[in-house]
């Protein structure tokens, strides 16, 4: 079992930064992959960023590039996801997940551990 916490959203104005961390516990020696994913009012849960556990290798998706950064410390079994020039349209509850089956997917079914969530809004 791996339990995640996710932690560090808010309110902020459009323009404005946040840093959400995700501290992960238990059996994190399975983890292969972390990624964080969003899902506002109304709309399907989406692919935000994901990065490989042991390192090495991230994506993002095309609405983020550029201004949001995944980054892990391994020494703390934590990811963050860096979020700059925050939009409006970046208003969701955002989830860490990780996924333990060796395979590289930005598609949430994949993923098998998912946080509670953590709620960003971001005012215009």
């Known amino acids: 079992q791996v339990q995640l916490v996710e932690s560090g959203g808010g309110l902020v104005q459009a323009g404005g930064s946040l840093r959400l961390s995700c501290a992960a516990s238990?059996?994190?020696?399975?983890?292969?992959?972390m990624g964080w994913f969003r899902q506002a009012p109304g709309k399907e849960r989406e692919f935000v960023a994901v990065?490989?556990?042991?390192?090495?290798?991230?994506e993002y998706a095309d609405s983020v590039k550029g201004r949001f950064t995944i980054s892990r410390d391994s020494a703390k079994n934590t990811v963050y996801l860096q979020m700059n020039s925050l939009k409006p349209e970046d208003t969701a509850i955002y989830y860490c997940?990780?996924?333990?089956?060796?395979?590289?997917?930005?598609?949430?079914?994949?993923?098998?551990?998912w946080g509670q969530g953590t709620q960003v809004t971001v005012s215009s």
């Open positions: 997940a990780a996924e333990r089956t060796l395979s590289w997917s930005t598609t949430p079914g994949t993923y098998e551990y």
């Open positions: 238990g059996r994190t020696f399975s983890i292969y992959a």
């Open positions: 990065s490989k556990w042991s390192g090495g290798r991230t």
